[in-house]
């Protein structure tokens, strides 16, 4: 069973358009994380949202966690060729020592 | 600082054959563990964790199973591989937290391939 469902899993765009990634789950998760995953390595953390409604900014990257805690969304502004990765979002629940990841969204940016 | 190492980078193995990935963290006790499979390009599937040593939950039913012999080493293993086995492996550890689980630390990856 498949608990966060991140779309679209495949996208590709041109240098300097702008983009918006999903995580969508029915269930409610304390915290969010964002991460980013280039080929042959380890994902790593890019950030986490813990409140309802929180937004977080890292330069041309916002993340946003809705307000029942059950989605969040990231947004690329101007996205760049050194964006191109694949995305992951993962939810937190209290007491849980784990995380649930999703599927991934592949990003490819074309110069 | 923190460090987490896993080995091998690469392995071929034939079907039946038996099947070990140790990883290990250095700069840190008591950590939290857990072993990862990706199928190309795709999400983490969490095979293992584990909140302390010779203590191990599994998550999917499976031809694997893992041991922690030591605070920070952390080992998957197999008596014989199939060929769904196949995969990128990840280990990761993250500080246990009294919330809900804090930033994982991803090892460099093993990447199986199962023939």
């Known amino acids: 069973t498949q608990l966060l469902e991140q779309s679209p899993q495949f996208l590709s765009i041109q240098e300097g358009e702008n983009l918006t990634v999903y995580c969508n789950s029915s269930?409610?998760?304390?915290?969010l994380q964002w991460y980013r995953q280039e080929p042959g390595e380890g994902p790593v953390l890019l950030v986490t949202?813990?409140?309802?409604?929180e937004v977080k900014k890292l330069k041309r990257l916002t993340f946003q966690f809705g307000d029942a805690r059950k989605d969040s969304s990231l947004h690329i502004t101007a996205a760049q060729p050194g964006d191109t990765g694949l995305y992951l979002c993962?939810?937190?629940?209290?007491?849980?020592?784990?995380?649930?990841f999703g599927q991934g969204t592949r990003l490819t940016i074309n110069p | 600082s923190q460090t987490i190492h896993q080995w091998p980078a690469t392995l071929v193995q034939p079907v039946g054959s038996p099947l070990s990935l140790e990883c290990t963290v250095e700069?840190?006790?008591?950590?939290?563990l857990y072993w990862y499979r990706q199928a190309a390009g795709r999400g983490l599937q969490l095979l293992f964790y584990?909140?302390?040593?010779?203590?191990i939950s599994s998550e999917v039913p499976q031809n694997l199973s893992a041991s922690r012999p030591q605070d920070r080493q952390f080992i998957l293993s197999s008596k014989k591989l199939l060929l769904s086995d196949s995969g990128f492996y990840l280990c990761?550890?993250?500080?246990?937290?009294?919330?809900?689980?804090?930033?994982?630390?991803f090892g460099e990856g093993s990447r199986l391939t199962v023939l």
């Open positions: 269930s409610v998760f304390s915290s």
């Open positions: 990761a550890w993250s500080v246990k937290a009294t919330g809900s689980t804090g930033e994982l630390f």
């Open positions: 584990s909140i302390g040593i010779d203590q």
């Open positions: 993962a939810g937190g629940r209290q007491g849980a020592q784990k995380l649930v």
């Open positions: 949202v813990v409140t309802g409604g």
């Open positions: 700069g840190t006790s008591n950590p939290n």
